[in-house]
């Protein structure tokens, strides 16, 4: 009895591994569409350093001094100094052996941003722009629609090419739904939303 037992537990054991072992007739195409949004946002980090106090006529002493000094020249340009956040562990983590801090800024006006790095003062060094791209739910929404078309009309011609016929998306998936994720240099070329798309194929 016990060796029955075991025999039917192997047979449907077996149906199992078959059942799963058959696999779908599918082709995977990709779609993408650029993201060309009207809202971008901006930002900088700027290192405050008393390193550098070799190269100015009346260097600050202190960071606080140094801040404070910097912050009256972007005030007179105009710039919200409050968008600023200090942080002294990234600071630390740049080498330098004199104290210091950076400031991390963020800003929706490319006027403003420029104006935080055009300061030129011998104890402060800003670093390079990125920029975002700032995308909606109904344009995100608009965005993969797009991509979905992109990518079906590249499944109908590699169906065609390969004498199959499409039936239906089997799965979809995507790394570049959240719009808002990647950061680019000004001179970049654009984000783009891209979809891998799986079809079916007709027996």
């Not at 809202?39 to 140094?66: F, G, R, W």
């Not at 791209?133 to 079906?152: G, M, N, P, R, S």
């Not at 000004?186 to 194929?201: A, D, G, K, Q």
Request: net charge negative.
């Amino acid at each position: 009895m016990k060796q029955f037992v075991l025999a039917m537990l192997l047979c449907i054991t077996t149906f199992g591994i078959a059942q799963n072992s058959v696999t779908e007739r599918t082709i995977t195409t990709y779609g993408s569409v650029a993201i060309e949004s009207k809202e971008v946002l901006y930002k900088t980090d700027i290192n405050l350093s008393l390193e550098n106090s070799y190269y100015a006529d009346n260097p600050c002493t202190t960071v606080e001094e140094l801040k404070s000094k910097y912050f009256e020249a972007l005030k007179e340009k105009g710039v919200d100094t409050s968008k600023f956040i200090q942080d002294d562990l990234a600071y630390a983590a740049t080498g330098y052996r004199k104290g210091g801090t950076t400031l991390h800024f963020e800003t929706k006006d490319k006027d403003e941003i420029l104006s935080v790095t055009s300061i030129n003062m011998a104890q402060v060094m800003p670093s390079y722009v990125q920029v975002k791209d700032l995308v909606t739910e109904k344009q995100t929404k608009e965005l993969v629609a797009a991509a979905i078309a992109d990518a079906q009309k590249n499944a109908y011609l590699l169906a065609e090419a390969s004498g199959e016929k499409i039936d239906r998306i089997y799965s979809i998936s995507s790394y570049d739904l959240d719009g808002n994720s990647y950061w680019r240099t000004p001179s970049s070329e654009p984000s783009y939303l891209r979809l891998t798309v799986v079809y079916l194929l007709k027996d």
